[in-house]
């Protein structure tokens, strides 16, 4: 298991942490300067940030490796998409339950009353339209009042003033039904936000489980060790005990307020959500404070990306249940790409009526979480010769084997969801199908020059032979 200072350790004994001792102000000077870092792929450190007593760190998770390394995987074995996906869908079979512990470090300082401020913070402001400084990092924590158990997520929170924030919850997110639930019960809702916590746990918290399952219990199963709980010193959620601070605070639903951020997909997002108050501010003696630079930035699309493989799973499971003759499927969700699904379907096809039709009826299917016209924009489909996860080659089979314009399919005026902020008002946005397919009639004169036999030939098994021969 590897904690969120272990992370921050491993990375600096890489050299792959950068220091930055001037003082930065965290009005955009520091995310321009967090920008360069992370544009190199390494985390950084700024110990010194104007008008607070917090160093803030980040960049901790900007490539899939870290991930592994945060996890507990050794840095010399190699770690990529295909074993961190294998790990969450393990953990998501095999959670293990938290442990509660009588005291925390993320306690050793317990700020209340007037003394909690935000302002103590080193919260950035990220782009020239934002409404003010986010928090980008916090897993956010409440309770659902039906079942008892808590909801943990990832929420941009909006600082205010040194009392009040806003805690932003999209319309897929589980903390806008507990919003819903406690504002018609008239009950008061405590929320707590823990900034700077194990990596397993910020990896749970940004994947969208199912309501009913924890993401303590997975983020327990994915680091092999549970999570540490303390309870709050002003309501009874439990917090994680090694966070690096922790705000606890209280929902009020009286007043709501419009918050804009640079978001992951590259374009700004207005959303609205109600004000908490701040009850208590608790910290580690010399915390550091975590920060996630928003917009569409390596770490933030990283850990979206991560959080988004159960969806991808699904949307395959679901596509490939109903639709037999694929042979091939590359669905990809990447907030690099834009907020919006991007399909590569490979078949055999025995017409040339069929991509078509596959495509119209791919966008009519639904994805295991959402309609699949809702959240994807382009589907290509491509021969079984086409390697359907490399673009590269689905790239030279659109611009090689498509003469007819009807393969470009444009479907207009179909209904979007909110990330796409492209779509309009009452009219949706465009789909776009591609068949790539080769037109039957061209089959002889488009075919793929092969080499007979190269898919069973090694080139290791001829140089063994050459260096023995030698010996
Ligand atoms: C850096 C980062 C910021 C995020 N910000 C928000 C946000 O402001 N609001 C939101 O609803 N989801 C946000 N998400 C996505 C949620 O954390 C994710 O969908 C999570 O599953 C929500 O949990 P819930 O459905 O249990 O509430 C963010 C994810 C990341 C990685």
Not at 181 to 200: C, H, N, T
Not at 259 to 272: M, S
Request: glycine fraction near 8%; aromatic fraction near 6%; charge should be negative.
């Amino acid at each position: 298991m590897t904690d969120f200072r272990s992370l921050a350790g491993i990375l600096e004994n890489r050299g792959e942490l950068v220091r930055i001792s001037r003082e930065v102000d965290p009005r955009f000077e520091m995310p321009a300067l967090m920008e360069q870092v992370e544009r190199q792929r390494r985390a950084f450190l700024f110990e010194r940030v104007k008008g607070s007593p917090f160093p803030v760190i980040g960049g901790l998770l900007n490539r899939i490796e870290c991930y592994g390394w945060g996890i507990g995987e050794p840095q010399d074995k190699p770690f990529g998409q295909a074993e961190m996906d294998l790990r969450i869908e393990s953990a998501k079979g095999s959670s293990l339950a938290p442990v509660t512990v009588e005291q925390g470090t993320c306690q050793e300082v317990v700020l209340t009353g007037e003394q909690a401020r935000l302002g103590l913070l080193p919260v950035p402001t990220f782009f020239e339209h934002d409404s003010g400084p986010f928090i980008t990092s916090a897993v956010g924590i409440a309770r659902n009042p039906a079942t008892g158990e808590q909801n943990v997520g990832i929420y941009r929170t909006l600082i205010i003033d040194d009392q009040v924030m806003v805690v932003n919850a999209s319309s897929l997110s589980d903390l806008r039904r507990l919003y819903a639930q406690a504002e018609q019960s008239g009950e008061p809702m405590d929320l707590a936000l823990a900034i700077g916590v194990e990596p397993a746990l910020l990896v749970a918290a940004s994947c969208k489980l199912p309501p009913d399952q924890s993401e303590i219990g997975v983020a327990g199963a994915l680091q092999g060790r549970p999570i540490e709980l303390v309870k709050c010193r002003t309501n009874d959620l439990m917090v994680p005990a090694n966070a690096e601070i922790v705000i606890e605070g209280r929902v009020d639903f009286s007043q709501r307020i419009e918050n804009t951020l640079g978001e992951f997909a590259g374009q700004y997002g207005p959303e609205t959500a109600p004000v908490s108050r701040v009850t208590a501010i608790t910290h580690r003696r010399d915390a550091m404070f975590y920060s996630i630079l928003a917009g569409k930035n390596p770490e933030h699309n990283t850990l979206g990306a991560v959080a988004t493989y159960s969806i991808q799973r699904a949307i395959s499971g679901a596509l490939r249940a109903k639709f037999p003759q694929i042979r091939g499927l590359n669905v990809f969700l990447d907030p690099g790409l834009g907020a919006m699904v991007h399909l590569v379907i490979s078949i055999s096809k025995q017409d040339d009526a069929e991509p078509a039709q596959l495509i119209r009826d791919v966008f009519a299917a639904h994805g295991g979480f959402f309609p699949m016209s809702h959240i994807t924009k382009r589907v290509i489909v491509v021969d079984d010769d086409i390697n359907v996860h490399d673009m590269r080659d689905v790239d030279w089979a659109i611009w090689s084997r498509v003469a007819r314009a009807e393969k470009f399919m444009v479907i207009p005026d179909v209904e979007s969801w909110e990330l796409e902020r492209c779509a309009k008002d009452g009219k949706g946005s465009l789909r776009v199908g591609i068949d790539a397919t080769m037109d039957m009639e061209d089959r002889e004169k488009l075919m793929r020059p092969l080499i007979p036999g190269a898919d069973v030939v090694r080139l290791e098994d001829y140089l063994k032979a050459r260096k023995q021969t030698a010996a």
